[in-house]
Every structure is written in C-alpha cells, then in structure tokens.
C-alpha cells in the first residue's frame, strides 16, 4: 500500500460525515437517504472495507450522479499518519493526527509470520499508572470509531495485519461503545471479517464494562495486574481504588477459559518492587481456579518516574516458581524501546515537536 502523508484531520472535513466506521445497516440507511437502492449500501460497504478505497470517486460500480450525491455529505473517513518512526528492530510507531491539537499513537510489531497492530482508543488515559507515559498527558477525549478503524486501514502494513490488540494510548473499556463497534466491524463478513481470536483487548479492569466485553464479544482479554496485593497496586495504578483487582478476579471466575477465549495477565516487573518470591506466590494464589496466562513484561524507563526494571535473573526465577506452581508464564520481549514505542512509553513525543508531515528521508526509508 502506497505511504502517502497527511496532515488533514478526520473531523477538519467541514460537514462531512464518514463512511469508514459505518454498519452495513447504516451504509444502507445512508444510501436510501441519499436517493438510492438499499443494497447500493452494500456496495459502499465493500468499496469501504474490502477494496479498501480513499474517494467516493472510486466506487466505480455506482453511478456517478449516485457517487456526487454521496459526495456532498459523506467522505470515505481516511486519513494517513502524520509520521512514523522505524526501530531497529522492526518495530513502527505512527502518528494519527485527531483534531488540530491533539494526535494519537498506533504500533505495529512485525514478528515471524506475525504482524500485531497496537492501536488506541483515547487520547490520552485517565487512569494514570505510575509507570505509563500516555497517562502523564492527562485525558483528552474519547477516540470516534473512525479514528479508531482508521488506524487499521491507514498503516503500511495494513493488508499484512495478522492481530490487532487495544493496548495502545487510553484504556479501551473507558471507551467500550466505540471499541465494541470496532470489533464488530472488524470480525464482519462485509467487512475484514476476521476471526475473534485475532483481537485482544487489554485493561486495567474496568468491571462494569468488562461484563459487558466477556458477554458481547469472544475476543482475547488481556489484564493489567503489575502486583497482586490490592494495597501496593493501588500505589501504581490509582484504578485499584476504583476497579479492585480482587473484584476483577471474581468477575473473571464466572467464565469458562478453557474454551477458545484466552485470558492473560500483564505483569510488568520493577526492581524490589513486585519481583521477589513473596509476590509470585501471592499471584499464584490470585489466579487459583483460572485457566490463563501470565505475560511477564521488563519495565522501560519513562522521564519523571523513579522506577527500575528487574533484571533477568530476578525475572526468570519469577517465571520458574509460576511455572513450578502450574502458571503458564512467559518473559515478553521487549519491541520497540528506541522510538518509544514499548509497553508504557506512548506518549505522542512528535506531538511536542510540533511535528506536522512525514520528512521524505522517513516515508521512503
């Protein structure tokens, strides 16, 4: 797919609306609105999703009078990275302009046969965790679905896409509506329709929401736990006073994971924070009774914060002892670091740089 940078916003199109984001039910209804059979809304559906077009003009199975009518209140919804950054391992971070203020960050992974797109949900988070960057800019607003979706369909790598996680900037139960439509619009026959199991969504256990989740969708969850004693989570996730981990788990013991469903936890390792043997314990016996996966992550540094990783021996006696117990537990590999783009470091640092386009040097690198 050809790079081509932008620098126009998905809501400074002055009264258009967009199709991208839109349900088959509502192409439908959009294009008897406009004058035009109901299955003309299937056709827009597949220009949208499946071909994967910019421009009404491209739609070149409606007629053209059909496409200018449709032209004069909806425009397709896409929109390319502002910029993007390459590590050297493979890992590229992009930068979504949302309005002329504020942009957002999506991460692509490539690894073996697998291509796994972070992408966001908010700009900003409210949660504010100790150790994440994306919390220290505040909260700014929920993304739309286009904004969302167009994260999908605007990368490079966007018809390589194996697995798409919510693990970008914002926590994506915060914005479930938007994030549930985005599922639905991914898994759709009319659209990309892919399989549940390539989607994950990761929070920090928004529990009336994450009911919602584990009910509507068949999509992989992943929970932000980082320490399993409720006191010492609080002090690096403010989110423990409102959504205790002990709450979660009970949620969480409702359901069946021994099914296609995979569960996991994220547990990001400090230096003489959470690292020693007393906690591996404590998380063993959190987690009693669930079929799932625990994903040990180093922590990266981030300004401001005086925190420190576990080195790696620490981190592998942790792994063995949950192994030992019966806890499927793996050391995840740290991608990405040197742009900033690992686990916790989204921040939108072009943002501040008042970054505006793609240098040439960097779309053809």
């Given at each position: 797919?050809?790079?081509?940078?932008?620098?126009?916003?998905?809501?400074?199109?002055?009264?258009?609306?967009?199709?991208?984001?839109?349900?088959?039910?509502?192409?439908?209804?959009?294009?008897?609105?406009?004058?035009?059979?109901?299955?003309?809304?299937?056709?827009?559906?597949?220009?949208?999703?499946?071909?994967?077009?910019?421009?009404?003009?491209?739609?070149?199975?409606?007629?053209?009078?059909?496409?200018?009518?449709?032209?004069?209140?909806?425009?397709?919804?896409?929109?390319?990275?502002?910029?993007?950054?390459?590590?050297?391992?493979?890992?590229?971070?992009?930068?979504?302009?949302?309005?002329?203020?504020?942009?957002?960050?999506?991460?692509?992974?490539?690894?073996?046969?697998?291509?796994?797109?972070?992408?966001?949900?908010?700009?900003?988070?409210?949660?504010?965790?100790?150790?994440?960057?994306?919390?220290?800019?505040?909260f700014?607003?929920?993304?739309?679905?286009?904004?969302?979706?167009?994260?999908?369909?605007?990368?490079?790598?966007?018809d390589q896409?194996?697995?798409?996680v919510?693990?970008?900037?914002?926590?994506?139960?915060?914005?479930?509506?938007?994030?549930?439509?985005v599922?639905?619009?991914?898994?759709?026959?009319?659209a990309?329709?892919?399989?549940?199991?390539r989607?994950?969504?990761?929070?920090?256990?928004?529990?009336?929401?994450?009911?919602?989740?584990?009910?509507?969708?068949?999509?992989?969850?992943?929970?932000?736990?980082?320490?399993?004693?409720?006191?010492?989570?609080?002090?690096?996730?403010?989110?423990?006073?409102?959504?205790?981990?002990?709450?979660?788990?009970?949620?969480?013991?409702?359901?069946?994971?021994?099914?296609?469903?995979?569960?996991?936890?994220?547990?990001?390792?400090f230096?003489?924070?959470?690292?020693?043997?007393?906690?591996?314990?404590e998380?063993v016996?959190?987690?009693?009774?669930?079929?799932?996966r625990?994903?040990?992550?180093?922590?990266?540094?981030?300004?401001?914060?005086?925190?420190?990783?576990?080195?790696?021996?620490?981190?592998?006696?942790?792994?063995?002892?949950?192994?030992?117990?019966?806890?499927?537990?793996?050391?995840?590999?740290?991608?990405?670091?040197?742009?900033?783009?690992?686990?916790?470091?989204?921040?939108?640092?072009?943002?501040?740089?008042?970054?505006?386009?793609?240098?040439?040097?960097?779309?053809?690198?």
């Open positions: 797919m050809e790079y081509v940078p932008s620098s126009l916003s998905l809501r400074e199109k002055d009264g258009l609306k967009h199709l991208l984001g839109l349900t088959l039910e509502e192409l439908q209804q959009v294009a008897i609105e406009c004058g035009m059979p109901k299955f003309t809304g299937k056709q827009i559906a597949d220009w949208v999703y499946k071909k994967k077009v910019q421009s009404i003009d491209d739609m070149t199975n409606i007629s053209v009078p059909n496409r200018a009518k449709l032209a004069e209140k909806y425009d397709v919804g896409r929109v390319a990275p502002i910029d993007l950054q390459r590590s050297v391992d493979g890992t590229v971070k992009y930068l979504f302009r949302i309005n002329e203020k504020q942009t957002v960050e999506a991460v692509m992974i490539p690894e073996d046969d697998r291509s796994t797109l972070c992408v966001s949900s908010q700009i900003g988070c409210k949660f504010n965790c100790l150790f994440c960057m994306t919390g220290k800019q505040g700014n607003g929920h993304l739309s679905v286009t904004d969302i979706i167009n994260q999908v369909y605007s990368v490079e790598e966007s896409l194996t697995n798409l919510f693990m970008g900037m914002g926590e994506p139960l915060d914005n479930y509506d938007r994030v549930k439509k599922i639905e619009l991914l898994t759709a026959d009319y990309l329709a892919w399989s549940p199991k989607i994950t969504l990761s929070t920090t256990g928004v529990t009336p929401k994450l009911k919602l989740f584990l009910e509507e969708t068949s999509a992989h969850l992943a929970v932000s736990l980082h320490n399993p004693f409720p006191t010492e989570r609080l002090k690096i996730m403010p989110a423990e006073k409102a959504f205790p981990i002990v709450e979660v788990m009970n949620l969480l013991k409702q359901y069946d994971w021994s099914k296609q469903r995979r569960l996991s936890f994220e547990y990001i390792m230096n003489k924070l959470n690292d020693s043997i007393p906690f591996a314990k998380l016996r959190l987690l009693d009774g669930i079929d799932c625990v994903n040990l992550i180093r922590f990266h540094a981030i300004p401001d914060v005086d925190l420190k990783t576990s080195d790696n021996e620490t981190m592998v006696k942790f792994r063995d002892y949950l192994t030992y117990k019966g806890v499927t537990c793996t050391i995840r590999s740290s991608r990405g670091e040197d742009i900033f783009a690992a686990c916790g470091m989204l921040a939108n640092v072009k943002q501040k740089e008042n970054s505006e386009q793609v240098t040439s040097e960097k779309v053809n690198e």
